[in-house]
């Protein structure tokens, strides 16, 4: 088992946590290396279950026990993978799966995003200049958040890898693996959403579903691991798989009890923060309103042309992701001021995926002002 706590990249913006082993092993490394971030972010996160969902320590840990169950119980390998981070970090094994429940903790006695967060592309390979199939995201959220970040590289006994992006602590966000899978993410908000009443048993995290579906080794499998998951939040998966002819892309709408699906028009996907494939729910953007009405349909517009003469390269994606219309609530989103401080978001960081090539693309956001950083799964990889 190899840790590489510190990142040789001078230019990234995050560091890079590098593990192999089991899951366990994986997860207690991961937990050492950054057990200082680890800290920082429980910190956070606490802070946030108090006063935006009046959870106090006791009920945060009675939610993370819950979910651990279920964790165990529908995935188990990810469930070993977070006991090992609770170990490494040296804090509460419930603590940790609260925190990556912190989606359903937050919105579940509160559910609502309000205007959400987040656009994200994807596009085929028969419609990319270079062949390679791109996925890729803004990443939306508090900027209090940046500070306690990871990317997060895992190699398993099996030789299955893994990189993403990763709030301390978490197992995965947008990202890709060495089977030519990727994901990126946009939250959704219905009236299905919210924690079980009467002791009933919690769905799956929405960031266990995520590591899910990057554990997989193929798209189909992804999708077996998403949409077999019960769920207590709704969420948006951009996925895609490398391969012949363009590789196949697919966007996944799930809500608790239901899923839809959306296939590439014109090559491509892009998807935003509201439901678009007609699930029989109450979308709460209908009451919140806001960028998320646009940003989807804007990002394919700018990219349509490129798309349709096969040509859209990762400088196309790029400068879609740091488009301000409607600034500074746009696709490429800076802090409004009149939000309230603990619903205030900003584009925390730029994901920039070439499935083809396992290349990973991150840019410190919001993106209009940074560049972006490209890295090879396999050079960052531990050593054997």
């Given at each position: 088992?190899?840790?590489?706590?510190?990142?040789?990249?001078?230019?990234?913006?995050?560091?890079?946590?590098?593990?192999?082993?089991?899951?366990?092993?994986?997860?207690?490394?991961?937990?050492?290396?950054?057990?200082?971030?680890?800290?920082?972010?429980?910190?956070?996160?606490?802070?946030?279950?108090?006063?935006?969902?009046?959870?106090?320590?006791?009920?945060?840990?009675?939610?993370?026990?819950?979910?651990?169950?279920?964790?165990?119980?529908?995935?188990?390998?990810?469930?070993?993978?977070?006991?090992?981070?609770?170990?490494?970090?040296?804090?509460?094994?419930?603590?940790?799966?609260?925190?990556?429940?912190?989606?359903?903790?937050?919105?579940?006695?509160?559910?609502?995003?309000?205007?959400?967060?987040?656009?994200?592309?994807?596009?085929?390979?028969?419609?990319?200049?270079?062949?390679?199939?791109?996925?890729?995201?803004?990443?939306?959220?508090?900027?209090?958040?940046?500070?306690?970040?990871?990317?997060?590289?895992?190699?398993?006994?099996?030789?299955?890898?893994?990189?993403?992006?990763?709030?301390?602590?978490?197992?995965?966000?947008?990202?890709?693996?060495?089977?030519?899978?990727?994901?990126?993410?946009?939250?959704?908000?219905?009236?299905?959403?919210?924690?079980?009443?009467?002791?009933?048993?919690?769905?799956?995290?929405?960031?266990?579903?995520?590591?899910?579906?990057?554990?997989?080794?193929?798209?189909?499998?992804?999708?077996?691991?998403?949409?077999?998951?019960?769920?207590?939040?709704?969420?948006?998966?951009?996925?895609g798989q490398a391969g012949d002819h363009g590789g196949e892309l697919i966007d996944l709408e799930l809500a608790p009890?239901?899923?839809?699906?959306?296939?590439?028009?014109?090559?491509?996907?892009?998807?935003?923060?509201?439901?678009?494939?007609?699930?029989?729910?109450?979308?709460?953007?209908?009451?919140?309103?806001?960028?998320?009405?646009?940003?989807?349909?804007?990002?394919?517009?700018?990219?349509?042309?490129?798309?349709?003469?096969?040509?859209?390269?990762?400088?196309?994606?790029?400068?879609?992701?740091?488009?301000?219309?409607?600034?500074?609530?746009?696709?490429?989103?800076?802090?409004?001021?009149?939000?309230?401080?603990?619903?205030?978001?900003?584009?925390?960081?730029?994901?920039?995926?070439?499935?083809?090539?396992?290349?990973?693309?991150?840019?410190?956001?919001?993106?209009?002002?940074?560049?972006?950083?490209?890295?090879?799964?396999?050079?960052?990889?531990?050593?054997?």
């Amino acid at each position: 088992m190899t840790v590489d706590p510190a990142t040789p990249y001078a230019d990234l913006p995050v560091p890079v946590v590098s593990v192999q082993g089991t899951p366990g092993e994986c997860g207690a490394a991961y937990g050492l290396a950054a057990r200082p971030l680890v800290a920082a972010n429980l910190d956070l996160y606490l802070r946030r279950f108090r006063e935006q969902a009046g959870l106090d320590s006791a009920a945060v840990r009675a939610a993370g026990a819950g979910f651990r169950r279920t964790t165990v119980a529908h995935h188990p390998r990810v469930a070993e993978m977070l006991d090992g981070v609770a170990e490494g970090a040296g804090v509460a094994v419930e603590e940790i799966y609260a925190l990556n429940a912190r989606t359903e903790l937050i919105y579940g006695v509160r559910p609502d995003g309000g205007d959400g967060g987040c656009t994200a592309v994807g596009v085929l390979g028969t419609h990319t200049a270079t062949g390679s199939l791109l996925i890729g995201q803004n990443w939306d959220w508090h900027p209090a958040q940046r500070e306690a970040m990871v990317l997060l590289v895992t190699r398993d006994e099996r030789g299955h890898a893994v990189v993403t992006l990763a709030e301390a602590g978490m197992l995965a966000k947008a990202g890709l693996n060495s089977a030519g899978v990727g994901v990126c993410i946009n939250m959704l908000g219905c009236d299905r959403d919210g924690l079980p009443r009467g002791g009933g048993a919690p769905g799956v995290p929405y960031h266990v579903l995520l590591r899910s579906v990057l554990e997989a080794d193929s798209l189909a499998w992804a999708l077996r691991a998403a949409c077999r998951s019960p769920r207590n939040a709704s969420i948006n998966m951009v996925l895609g798989q490398a391969g012949d002819h363009g590789g196949e892309l697919i966007d996944l709408e799930l809500a608790p009890g239901e899923a839809g699906w959306l296939h590439p028009v014109d090559g491509m996907v892009t998807h935003a923060n509201h439901f678009e494939a007609g699930l029989p729910v109450f979308d709460t953007i209908k009451e919140w309103g806001g960028s998320s009405l646009f940003r989807s349909a804007r990002a394919r517009r700018l990219l349509t042309d490129a798309a349709v003469a096969g040509k859209v390269g990762v400088d196309d994606v790029m400068e879609v992701f740091r488009d301000h219309a409607s600034f500074p609530l746009g696709i490429c989103r800076h802090v409004d001021e009149r939000d309230a401080p603990l619903d205030r978001s900003e584009t925390v960081y730029s994901v920039l995926l070439d499935l083809d090539e396992r290349r990973f693309g991150l840019a410190a956001g919001p993106p209009c002002g940074h560049d972006y950083t490209w890295l090879d799964l396999a050079g960052l990889l531990p050593a054997d």
